[in-house]
Every structure is written in structure tokens, then in C-alpha cells.
């Protein structure tokens, strides 16, 4: 499994742009790289998946450069309910997923 | 669409008694199921995953053990709790025939469990 790293807690005012970098330095040729968010008490909920290059959706862009060792998640825009835990990992996307999911990035949104 | 539940939503139970938790999916077939537990502050611990019926495999060493007797139920269970078992359960599923079109893992409510 690759190991990823990500900061353990950001702090962001009210309508900025965030961008939480992982870094996945041993991924394997057939991860993906994902992104979930878990409020407290909650179950993490898949934000975003990627391979390499760019990625959207409707909350997140996923931005992972050419040698796939790292990437970026961005939140345009973010307000005070998305303060919650990022999880960043990397995984094969079909069948079974054995993952890891560390401690993540506690982001704080700050009024 | 694909739903998940999860059940108690939470427990207290005394050291030594048997734990059973549940968790169905709905809306998808031959689904992968996990549980995961989560101690406070910390990340999700994998502890069982299942591809199949009557298909599980553990992770950690622990007095836990898991079941799936049917394709879309997984079930949780130890037969005496520690103190350490407590904390936040979640159950987890993904695609695993394709029949879903869904990437990534989808997880229930969870289940905090305390033991006294």
C-alpha cells in the first residue's frame, strides 16, 4: 500500500480557496488517488478520484502532476461547513480497495 | 440508488458481554463490505473486508469477528468485549461487480459503541 502524508491541520477564512497537498511518493502504477471528508460522528465521504492530470466535480478539483507522487486538493471557495477531516489516499479502483486512512488534514474554517 | 445502514446507531455494553452489529446495503449487488473502527481523534482502523458470501478477512488480531451471511449483510460480533473495543464503528461498501458505476469506498452512520 502506498503511504501518504498530508498536514495534520489548516486553518482558512470564510470564502478563500484551499488547497491540502498529499504526498505519495511510493504510489503504484494502478492507484487512484482519493479524497474523503468526515464530519465528526460521521462516516468519511468520498470527495474526489483521480489518476493523473486534472479532475472536477461539483465540490472539489483534483490537481496530481505527471510523476503522480503527489497531489492537491482544492475547495473553491470554502464556507464553515466544510470544516471537517480530509483523507487522502492511494488505492486500485475496482474490486476490493484495501486502503489506509491516516489521521488526515483537519481544515478549520474560520468566520 | 445505493444505501447503507448501520445499526445501533449507539451502544453501551459492559465489559464481557457479546457485541452484535449490523450493517445492510441496499441498491447494489454483490457489493465489497468492510468495517472499519475509529478511536477518538484518530484515523479508521480496517478490520475486516469481505468480497463475498461467507468470504472475511481480518486485518488485526482482536477478539472480533466478522460474518456476511447474505450478499448485501455484514455483520460484526465478539462474544466478550474489552474495554478497548470501544469506539466509533463504521461500515463500508464498494463496487465490486461493476453493477454500481460508483468509485470509492460509501460508508454507513457508524455505530459508537462504549464499554464500561
Known amino acids: 500500500l502506498a503511504k501518504t502524508t498530508q498536514p495534520i491541520s489548516m486553518d482558512s477564512y470564510e470564502g478563500q480557496e484551499v488547497n491540502i497537498t498529499c504526498s505519495h511518493n511510493?504510489?503504484?502504477?494502478?492507484?487512484?488517488i482519493t479524497w474523503y471528508q468526515q464530519f465528526p460522528s460521521q462516516g468519511p465521504r468520498f470527495i474526489i478520484q483521480?489518476?493523473?492530470t486534472k479532475v472536477t466535480n461539483e465540490v472539489a478539483s483534483l490537481f496530481i502532476p505527471a510523476d503522480r507522487k503527489s497531489s492537491t486538493l482544492s475547495l473553491p471557495r470554502v464556507s464553515l461547513s466544510d470544516t471537517a477531516v480530509y483523507y487522502c489516499l492511494a488505492n486500485n479502483s475496482g474490486g476490493y480497495q484495501k486502503v489506509t486512512f491516516g489521521t488526515g488534514t483537519k481544515l478549520q474554517v474560520i468566520p | 440508488s445505493q444505501t447503507i445502514h448501520q445499526w445501533p446507531a449507539t451502544l453501551v455494553q459492559p465489559v464481557g458481554s457479546p457485541l452484535s452489529l449490523e450493517c445492510t446495503v441496499e441498491g447494489t449487488s454483490n457489493p465489497n463490505l468492510y468495517w472499519y473502527r475509529q478511536a477518538a481523534g484518530r484515523g479508521l482502523q480496517l478490520l475486516f473486508y469481505s468480497v463475498g458470501i461467507g468470504q472475511i478477512s481480518s486485518e488485526v488480531p482482536q477478539n472480533l469477528s466478522a460474518s456476511r451471511p447474505q450478499d448485501r449483510q455484514f455483520i460484526l460480533s465478539s462474544k466478550k468485549l474489552l474495554l478497548s473495543d470501544s469506539g466509533f464503528y463504521l461500515c463500508?461498501?464498494?463496487?465490486?461487480?461493476?453493477?454500481?458505476?460508483?468509485?470509492?469506498?460509501?460508508f454507513g452512520p457508524g455505530t459508537r459503541l462504549t464499554v464500561l
Open positions: 483521480g489518476y493523473k
Open positions: 511510493n504510489i503504484a502504477t494502478n492507484d487512484y
Open positions: 463500508a461498501w464498494s463496487d465490486g461487480g461493476g453493477t454500481s458505476g460508483r468509485v470509492g469506498q460509501f
